[in-house]
């Protein structure tokens, strides 16, 4: 992508809340670094003018919900180069992914008072269940500083560098007194992907999970210190059951603590890397 | 040269000591209270130090409580290590730009003047030791450790309250401070608070000699050994060291190292708060403005990352990187550099989120060995 010509960037929306694409202009810094090397040809939270396709680096937003979006990403992969879904929808079914554990209309049914006029899938799945995709970015919402190592990474044609540890090896890099450890406030850092910085245990608050599971995490052992700890075990799997219920590593963990109360039937151990 | 216990001053002295130090120019970094814990930070005099603090600790459990004295060093290593000071949990390498055709390199200064560790301990002293033989007393020394390590003043303080997930005594470390200080105390508390000093070396007596003090008696000396022997009689926990590289090496394939993965989260705490691990991994980063950088970053063993290779990692399973993180320490860090990689600080206990115990783990190995004879050596060298 090194032409003289700069490469295209397309930003597009499924179901999402927007705070993905929004992380795009957060970079205030680098806006206009970024807008001089590459074209933004298609950003509806930025501009109304639309360049058509096919783009260079599509970003996707959002999970696929309804009958509509199912089509919809198969045209966005066909006018795309690289398609890259940032964010915790695209990426793992979001937070609408616990429809996926409720009978169909459930949720619906408590949230609109006419679900009859809401044409939608019974699940909510990441972009990755329906299209071929080129690189995923995790959060919810995303970090802005990992999304423009992503993108530099694309125009440099290199890798990009996004970890798969844990949330807890940014706590101690940063000198952040372990929450569980002194004061027994419940974590997910040590099963939750890094990338955030560490930011909620900096704060003194428990890591919620946000950036999905680490490489090889251990889900059931996490759960078992939490029981000890003395939460109910719904609560423990309320916890799992976030925006990340739609990855199985947390939501069989929520569905398994939900249903028997105990931490650790499902064997996910070992899973392979 | 000869060590030399003859001093004693208070905690006016103490407090008149770190003056010194900054008036030398030193950043005089130690022990302070923060986020429920003891960490290391800038301490400009005692007041700063953990007036009437004492730790409680176990495995996966830290907590602090306050009592109305004025002990300073009445409680065990923290979470901190003096590690983070000298080989930084992130750095830059170097950094290159591109301008007309032109690339230029440049590297950053690392010198942040010279440090005085306030306050570390006996096992913290052997743990440089082992640091600055792997990271600079190779064949290709880490510049930036270096440039960071040298100059260093230590004050060392012996151990008097060992915490209950600590074991020094196993390792040959500690309670007791014997090399790697400038000048070390002791807090004796019966017969009135006082410090009892040793010097290590000619830039401490040269520092002792601007801070009033008088010399010692034989009370001080007895007092001392008496801290010490009730600081061995407190030891938390013991590992018995007795044939224990070789003993892992000849189990590499026990069915403990299963066991232990199913209560290990792979989460990496224990090698971050260890203040031997040294792992790392370097990437390079590039910005809008056509700036390249290469990043040093701390990893560790836990990581699936850090055994990653052309085809998969080498250690896709917990077993196995618990595995490698329990043998490096106790096992093929004698094979490397030719002692242990364990000092006993227990941190990597304590700072566990499920409390899992090294030295727990090594004796249920030796429990079992037994009866399992070499079955599934693989040989020595697997690190
Ligand atoms: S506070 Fe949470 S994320 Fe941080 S080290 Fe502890 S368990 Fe890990
Ligand atoms: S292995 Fe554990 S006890 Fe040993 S030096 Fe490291 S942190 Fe301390
Ligand atoms: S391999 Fe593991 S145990 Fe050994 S130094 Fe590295 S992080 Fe520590
Ligand atoms: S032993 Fe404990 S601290 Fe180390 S990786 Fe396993 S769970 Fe984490």
């Known amino acids: 992508m090194t032409t003289t010509k700069r490469p295209t960037l397309a930003v597009w929306k499924f179901a999402s809340c927007d705070g993905c694409q929004l992380s795009l202009l957060d970079c205030t810094d680098e806006l206009l670094a970024l807008a001089g090397a ?66 169909d209309g459930e949720y619906a049914g408590a949230v609109y008072a006419h679900p009859e006029f809401v044409s939608t899938l019974s699940t909510s799945t990441p972009v990755s269940a329906h299209v071929a995709v080129d690189q995923e970015l995790q959060g919810c919402p995303i970090d802005r500083h990992q999304l423009l190592e992503v993108i530099t990474a694309e125009l440099a044609g290199r890798r990009p ?45 428990g890591c919620f999970g946000c950036f999905g599971p680490s490489e090889g995490s ?56 | 040269m000869s060590v030399d216990d003859g001093a004693v001053f208070d905690s006016g002295g103490l407090d008149q000591l770190i003056g010194v130090l900054r008036s ?7 022990p302070i209270v923060s986020d429920g814990a003891i960490v290391y930070g800038t301490v400009t005099g005692v007041n ?4 009437g603090w004492r730790d409680h600790q176990e495995p996966g459990r830290y907590r602090l409580e306050q009592v109305s004295d004025a002990h300073l060093f009445d409680w065990a290593v923290g979470p901190s290590t003096w590690k983070s000071e000298f080989f ?91 090399a790697g200080f400038d000048l070390a105390l002791t807090e004796l508390f019966d ?33 001392r050994q ?42 990496g705490n224990c090698t971050l708060v260890c203040p031997t691990c040294f792992c790392s991994d370097v990437k390079d980063a590039t910005d809008l403005a056509g700036t390249v950088e290469r990043q040093r970053r701390w990893a560790s063993c836990f990581d699936v990352e850090h055994s990653l290779l052309h085809g998969g990692p080498v250690r896709p399973t917990t077993a196995s990187r618990y595995r490698q993180w329990l043998t490096h320490k106790l096992s093929t860090w004698w094979d490397q550099f030719g002692e242990s990689g364990c000092v006993g600080c227990g941190r990597c206990i304590t700072w566990c989120p499920v409390g899992i115990d090294l030295t727990e783990e090594a004796a249920a190995i030796r429990t079992s060995a037994g009866a399992l004879g070499s079955v599934g050596s693989v040989g020595r060298r697997t690190s």
């Open chain 1, 161 to 205: 560098v996004l970890p798969t540890h844990t949330v807890c090896q940014q706590c101690k890099g940063r000198g952040t007194v372990c929450l569980p450890v002194a004061k027994g406030t419940p974590c997910l850092g040590p099963v939750t992907r890094a990338g955030c910085g560490a930011l909620c245990p900096s704060i003194g608050r």
């Open chain 2, 48 to 51: 700063d130090l953990p007036v």
């Open chain 1, 38 to 103: 590459m074209r933004i040809a298609h950003f509806n939270e930025l501009t109304r003018n639309k360049v058509d396709g096919p783009y260079d680096v599509s970003l996707v937003e959002g999970s696929i919900s309804t009958p509509a979006d199912a089509e919809r990403i198969r045209d966005v992969r066909r006018s795309s180069h690289r398609l890259i879904t940032i964010g915790a929808c695209a990426t793992a079914g979001g937070i609408q992914a616990l429809r996926n554990f409720a009978g």
């Open chain 2, 226 to 267: 008496e801290t010490l022997a009730r600081a061995e009689a407190r030891m938390g926990r013991r590992l018995d060291t007795d044939d224990l590289p070789d003993l892992l090496a000849r189990n590499l394939d026990h069915p403990r190292w299963e066991e232990v993965a199913e209560r290990c989260l792979s989460c």
């Open chain 2, 88 to 178: 930084t949990a992130e750095e830059t390498v170097w950094q290159a730009s591109i301008a007309d055709g032109q690339v230029t390199f440049s590297e950053p200064d690392d010198d942040t003047g010279p440090v005085a560790v306030i306050g570390a301990r006996p096992c913290e002293l052997s743990a440089l030791a082992a640091l600055d033989r792997v990271l600079q007393g190779g064949a290709h020394p880490d510049d930036r450790y270096a440039v960071r390590r040298s100059g260093t003043f230590v004050v060392a303080v012996e151990c008097g309250a060992p915490a209950g997930t600590c074991f020094c005594s196993s390792m040959g470390t500690g309670p007791a401070a014997r």
């Open chain 2, 24 to 30: 030398a120019g030193y950043r005089t970094i130690g």
């Open chain 2, 191 to 223: 017969g009135g608070h006082r410090f009892q000093v040793q010097v290590g070396s000619a830039a401490g007596a040269g520092v002792l000699a601007q801070v009033p003090h008088r010399s010692a008696g034989d009370g001080d000396r007895v007092a």
């Open chain 1, 218 to 273: 251990n889900t059931g052992a996490l759960a078992g210190r939490l029981l000890d700890d003395g939460m109910a075990p719904v609560d423990a799997s309320a916890l799992f059951a976030t925006f990340y219920a739609g990855d199985p590593v947390f939501g069989d963990r929520a569905l398994a603590l939900a249903k028997t109360g105990e931490p650790a039937p499902v064997d996910d151990q070992d899973r392979p890397a």
